[in-house]
């Protein structure tokens, strides 16, 4: 593999200094970039152009043409796992991630086993493809749900508004919820290692609905299974350490707990204040966040106003990675994140400088 | 007015010493219990049910024929100030409410204005009416959505999964958000004095979406707004103090903010650690809450348990009551409910007298 040549986003997930705030965009490759919805549009689906490595690649590279991002992650879905276990992912058009056979009973769920990661190999060559790619550019970070969010996805068949029938599990029946959970994290840690052995260089683990949970059932039944995945993972590669970025969206509560997870950094979504986060978690973990994805829908000089209050949060001192507080609206002005991907690296250089 | 027979909620909000802790459930009127169906049926539709006083004190008094409720919430919606407004509240079926005519430019901004209280009549009537009915069994609670609540709903026209047209407004025009903001202030502060002169005796400021709103916009947008509001309420009434009840869904991490708000009591979401929201509010404000509606999908041992475990999580003394978190879903067993005021009752009982 190539020398890297930007290795910020590494070096800031580490807490080590760097000389600018680094910055990438979770949802960068999406249909707010009209190459990505003609390429999609080629692919045919959604999960058309997940499944083709050349394409995947195609998309994970388009953002990093236009703007001056510090990280690629590559295209995917938080969901592959449970598809390769054999739910049958789906994407109805409009909606959301759906399965076409959901766990609803006790038979389904003793038949659940970890997947052949044979079935995955196309994330896998996607990523080993996009790392010849980048030519060492800037590091690739891959990804999964975490097993508390796969297990919503998994009961409930697609996304809910309450979580009526996971958490129905949950407070019923929780030794069924518990299976589930162990066979995701452990699916999951292979599934991470794997996409390290293709190249991955950081890994983020996506926890979008664990803030639904109570306080006590969050650290039970969703940051107990991050844990377990991250204890399992490979932290080497290259002769470098792979970074881990735990996110829960609506987790600013919990972000204490969450830096004792073993994760290197921690996701803070926009309603957390970045200056108390950084407070209450100290030295212990990198911070990636937070700006509201909303937003990129103000004027220029409110995005580069709001990009310079979201790094004057964090303040001086190593450990902050730029990112929004949740993935990037299809209805962005791609202008607006040249703006804002400017507005970081410049006014945190003249930060770090002075 | 009659005199009132239990008066532990008012006790409770006022952080004055109750022998067991009340308990009331939000939406405790409504579509989980079948008589509220078949009212509903009758009226025709959630609106003309709102809208007749008679129909309305009805179903506010149905819960409490089967429950032993601490107080009753009169049946109504968050959203009739902006209605009165000329905005066109209506519920598509199986959709949440809407707006004929949402605020989506400068000219309808302009031209907003606060209501007629007249237009509110209904709700007025309502509350006169259910205080005859109830006859001091137990205090009637009145409310409102909070000003930048009925914001969202004003400019979204419904509801949203991103509040881009709202936000958008935030960060580009923020002066015409204040405009719409400063109006509906006003407007709550005179709806909710005038619930007050029609009998309501605990006022709550719903701020449902106020949790969407980043760190500092929370402060910005929400709170000032509601702060506004109940530095405008008249507090007494029949010799008493009407306690005012603050609840943002989603603001457990702005308690400390929301303590300095003016209001009596906070309401706090399942996701919030209770214990942790008392050591943060200390003596300045009763807490309300906490448990995840979804936990009523449970076993009755474990509606005990997860009771039981709220109850210990607030901990000994006064200033608590007892609630779900959000609102309780349309497809709770009836007998679920039973089982958790029962057990409320019991177990605080029992925990007073220890």
Known sequence: MPAMQNDTLLRALMREPTPYTPVWIMRQAGRYLPEYNETRRKAGSFLALAKTPELACEVTLQPLRRFALDAAIIFSDILTVPDAMGL?????????????????????IAALAEPDLAKLRYVFDAISLTRRELGGRVPLIGFSGSPY??????????????????????????????????INARAVAAYLNAQVAAGAQVLMIFDTWGGSLAHDAYAQFSLAYSKRVIAALQ???????????????????????MADSGADALGIDWQTDLAAARRRVGSRVALQGNLDPMALFGTVEAIEREAERVL??????????????????????????????EAVHSRSLAAHAA
């Not at 049958?88 to 959901?102: H, S, V």
């Not at 996304?159 to 029946?173: C, E, I, N, P, T």
């Not at 964090?314 to 299809?330: A, C, D, E, K």
């Open 149 to 182: 969010t796969l297990a919503c996805y998994m009961v409930e068949g697609g996304g809910s508004d309450d979580f009526r029938l996971v958490k129905s599990m949950m407070y019923a029946r929780p030794e069924l919820l518990h299976r589930i959970l162990d």
């Open 312 to 341: 004057g949060s964090f303040g001086p001192g190593p450990g902050h990675v730029f990112n929004l507080g949740h993935g990037v609206s299809q209805h962005t002005p791609p202008e607006h994140v040249q703006a804002l991907v």
């Open 88 to 108: 049958g992912l789906y994407f109805a058009e409009g909606e959301g991630p759906k399965f076409e056979r959901p766990l609803r009973d006790e038979k389904a």
């Open 235 to 257: 932290r080497q590669t290259e002769g470098r350490r792979v970074p881990v970025i735990l996110f829960t969206k609506g987790g600013g509560m919990w972000l204490e707990a």
